[in-house]
Nanobody, 130 residues
Framework: QLQLVESGGGLVQPGGSLRLSCAAS????????IGWFRQAPGKEREGVSC????????????FYSDSVKGRFTISRDSAKSTVYLQMNNLQPEDTAVYYC???????????????????WGQGTQVTVSS
């Protein structure tokens, strides 16, 4: 069964950057749409970004929530079977547990709706504070 592992979270000052990684040993993430979600205390889990399945030679459709658009970038490294979320200009409101999730692709574009995803990682904490 596909097991996802997030890494790269931590404590960063406002305006700083972090790069989150999502990987699955034994499986290639090229076969899955990958989404990044986050959940702050007392808040519902929300979609942050997603990227369509494919290898490095494939066109990747990407999507972002309005709150992170222009600051976050999702990407794939197919050779490492890893999906990244580059987060720039982080703000305190970005503080949350960040999860990656994999969707068995049915040919549709990826979605920021969590109900579409079949596998979830354990989450990594991102804290933005001065």
């Amino acid at each position: 069964q596909l097991q996802l592992v997030e890494s790269g979270g931590g404590l960063v000052q406002p305006g700083g950057s972090l790069r989150l990684s999502c990987a699955a040993s034994g499986f290639t993430l090229n076969d899955y749409n990958i989404g990044w979600f986050r959940q702050a205390p007392g808040k519902e889990r929300e979609g942050v970004s997603c990227i369509n399945r494919g290898a490095s030679s494939t066109f990747y459709s990407t999507f972002y929530s309005d709150s992170v658009k222009g600051r976050f970038t999702i990407s794939r490294d197919s050779a490492k079977s890893t999906v990244y979320l580059q987060m720039n200009n982080l703000q305190p409101e970005d503080t949350a547990v960040y999860y990656c999730a994999a969707e068995i692709n049915d040919g549709a574009a990826c979605s920021l709706g969590l109900q579409h995803y079949d596998y979830w990682g354990q989450g990594t904490q991102v804290t933005v504070s001065s």
